[in-house]
């Protein structure tokens, strides 16, 4: 049975918000998600026989209200009484007079609930699966074809998440001051994590997964309307429009990697990028400057320039300083290695990733070795360049990078007239 | 004569089911309807097969294995393939010492590593049928092996 996707999106849309008033009423966030999960069920068979129901939010508390009762009842006479008493089938949702209140009172509630979903005693791939599935909507068997696990494997995390929540005594509500400071980092990186795991597939067949990226863009849209004030979240929804809106040009028809500077940018997005660009622009000086908002600099001039040869690298270049200053780690050194070389030459940036081989596994990365074997390949270096470029497709767990990587081995040996090992 | 795919229609002669001759496997001449498995293995780390070869080479070889791929998951042949990551990135839990201990690399020789494989729900004409179609290009072998039953033969 397939939903109708105007059905389909109204639900997804429509159930952080029933959820998190559920939970707002009752706690139990395990037993709220269950019977939300039924009621989505429910309408998703019968509303598109019957029609969407005039108030279509009511109607799934509601429903869900009564799955509720239904799975408390089996517990205990007693409990049977307090939570008919609290909550009668019978009686509609009560109805908030202004409609901008209640709407107020459900964008409140949506965010509690995803900064619930990023609690911090979670494991990243729990807030991952957790805010998918109670933020997002998502079936567990879509975030598991999403995440190419079986759908047990995601439903058991899902579950053991609320678990943990519920012995954490996670309370439904906004963290505030420094906490919330924090608690705003993790749900950005939440957010940050679903967006890349969506752009570049970390394993398996396929490059992208436009689902996983769509939902991170929808999500972090929600939150930037939720927080308008908070800078850093701006600036990840304006990286995520101004990467994502590459997305139709970054494989070829045989769904061969396409880099950057190879990209057709007639098939870049234009509107998605004016987005970003527009949002950068409102946000950029009204505060201190973050990562998220300095790399979506970086990507808007990628993206503002007509060709590859005309990218503002010099400028590029300085905000990588900067990133460096503000969030440093090994994945920038590597992609300011790259400008320093299109500033200063190939061999400054060779110089530059020299460092990161003293880092660590961390540090040394199939990019590192990509990185590498390219700017090897710009300076002349052919024989080291191939067993670069082979090494980093010796350590790449994405296929369709391995095959890009091979090709560019491949295509060295033509030029090459060193008889390597 | 592309290999025949057990239906399960009839009880073939011994001898008679197939064109060449060759005795039927167990269970089969009495016409019992259960489906084989082979797991088709493709070895080597990367840079052993692409060698000396040209980049339209490489490419070819790419194309003809996802294309591959796809048709066998297509006509529902394929109930599983993979990748694995290069050999070089294995490690391996050896017995040493009288202890477990995990050490980096893969158990064989890195050009005898597996590097991935299909299972095909075919017989084994079929499933050395494709193996041939890859080798016919890579030059390099392909092992072709049946996977268990899990039930109980009669």
């Known amino acids: 049975m397939t939903v109708e996707p105007p059905v389909e999106d109204l639900l997804r849309e429509l159930a952080p918000q029933v959820l998190s008033t559920l939970v707002r009423r009752h706690g139990q966030f395990d037993a709220c998600e269950d019977a939300l999960q039924e009621a989505l069920l429910a309408a998703a068979l019968q509303w598109p026989a019957e029609g969407v129901p005039d108030r279509p939010r009511s109607w799934l508390l509601t429903v869900a209200g009564r799955a509720l009762v239904d799975g408390w009842r089996a517990d205990s006479a007693r409990r049977r009484r307090e939570v008919v008493a609290a909550l009668d089938p019978a009686e509609p949702a009560p109805a908030i007079d202004n409609p901008a209140d209640a709407e107020a009172a459900y964008q409140h509630d949506t965010l509690a609930l995803l900064f619930l979903c990023c609690h911090p005693t979670l494991p990243p791939p729990s807030q991952l699966a957790l805010t998918l599935r109670a933020v997002g909507g998502l079936t567990t068997a879509q975030i598991a074809a999403a995440f190419l696990v079986p759908e047990a494997t995601i439903a058991k995390r899902i579950s053991r998440a609320k678990q943990r929540i519920r012995d954490a005594g996670a309370r439904f509500q906004l963290p505030i001051g420094p906490e919330r400071d924090e608690r705003l980092l993790v749900v950005t990186q939440v957010l940050y994590l679903i967006f890349n795991e969506g752009y570049t597939a970390s394993s398996g067949p396929a490059l992208q997964r436009p689902d996983l990226t769509a939902e991170a863009v929808r999500l972090t849209r929600t939150l930037h309307r939720l927080l308008p004030g908070e800078g850093e979240v701006a600036g990840l929804l304006a990286l995520m429009l101004l990467t994502h809106a590459r997305r139709a040009a970054r494989a070829d028809a045989d769904e061969r990697i396409v880099p950057l500077a190879e990209q057709r940018r007639d098939r870049w997005d234009a509107a998605m990028i004016a987005e970003g660009q527009a949002i950068l622009a409102r946000t950029l000086g009204t505060g201190p400057i973050g990562p998220y908002q300095l790399q979506a600099a970086i990507a808007a001039l990628h993206d503002e320039s007509p060709t590859a040869e005309q990218t503002d690298w010099p400028q590029i270049l300085a905000l990588y300083d900067i990133l460096t200053t503000v969030a440093p780690g090994p994945v920038v050194t590597l992609s300011r290695a790259v400008a320093l070389a299109m500033v200063h030459g190939p061999r400054a940036g060779l110089a530059l990733l020299a460092t990161l081989d003293t880092g660590g596994r961390m540090a040394h990365s199939h990019r590192l070795e990509a990185v590498r074997a390219h700017l090897l390949e710009q300076a002349g270096e052919i024989a080291a360049a191939r067993k670069s470029y082979l090494l980093a497709a010796r350590m790449t767990a994405s296929l369709p990078e391995q095959r890009y990587l091979t090709l560019r081995a491949a295509r060295l040996d033509r030029h090459s007239d060193v008889w390597d090992q | ?154």
């Open chain 2, 1 to 154: 004569m592309p290999g025949t795919r057990n239906d399960g229609r009839g009880c073939p002669e011994p001898g008679g089911g197939s064109d060449q001759g060759r005795t039927p496997a167990p269970g089969r001449s009495r016409g019992e309807d259960y489906t084989m498995k082979y797991m088709i293995m493709m070895f080597g780390g990367i840079g052993a097969a692409t060698r000396n070869r040209s980049p339209e080479w490489v490419a070819g070889m790419q194309e003809l294995l996802m294309k591959l791929d796809t048709e066998l998951k297509e006509s529902g042949e394929c109930v599983d393939s993979d990748a694995l990551v290069d050999p070089s990135q294995a490690k391996t839990v050896r017995f040493a010492d009288g202890a477990p201990v995990p050490t980096d690399g893969p158990f064989a020789e890195v050009k005898e590593s597996l590097a991935g494989y299909w299972i095909l729900e075919v017989d084994e004409d079929r499933a050395l049928q494709v193996a041939s179609q890859v080798v016919g290009y890579t030059e390099y072998p392909m092992e072709v092996r049946r996977i268990m039953d899990h039930s109980p033969q009669q």
